[in-house]
């Protein structure tokens, strides 16, 4: 049997900063959650998304660092339409996050716009052009 592709993890340094980031984005995540060194969520489809806490990495893998030089994955968000591209990056910049990318069209037919979560990971929110 060959291995099922199954949990993507975000390491972060704060995770109640972390999970308010991903709420905005309209993931369901309860706020008792925010104390926990682990998290997990399933996304429909059956895949997971999982935050730990640098502590928790370190419990471990003790010589664990993060990583420099920018994000090495990506994640990215279908929004409904173009507009809900700029009205979510304009939600996330006016609330203290860093709005790496403006939204702008796309060549390849999608208003796109990167936004970094608390802790430099890149997050995508497209959308198709009419």
């Known amino acids: 049997m060959a291995p099922t592709f199954n949990v993507i993890g975000i390491v972060v340094a704060d995770m109640a900063r972390a999970l ?11 706020a008792e ?3 926990e060194p682990h998290v ?4 429909p489809g059956g895949l ?3 935050w730990d806490t640098v502590d928790t990495i370190r419990s471990f893998d003790p010589a664990w ?5 920018g994000s090495r994955v990506g994640l990215a968000f279908l929004c ?8 979510i990056y304009t939600q996330l910049v006016d609330a203290g996050y860093d709005g790496h990318l ?6 390849w037919g999608q208003r796109y716009a990167v936004v970094h979560d608390p802790d430099g990971n890149a997050v995508d929110l497209f959308a198709p052009l009419a």
Do not use: C, H, I, M
């Open 20 to 30: 308010a980031f991903y709420r905005r984005l309209g993931l369901d995540l309860p």
């Open 33 to 35: 959650a925010d104390t």
């Open 40 to 43: 997990e969520l399933t996304l």
């Open 48 to 50: 997971r998304l999982a």
């Open 65 to 69: 660092t993060p990583p420099s030089g």
């Open 80 to 87: 409904a339409n173009p507009a809900e591209v700029d009205q």
């Open 102 to 107: 403006k939204p702008w069209d796309a060549f």
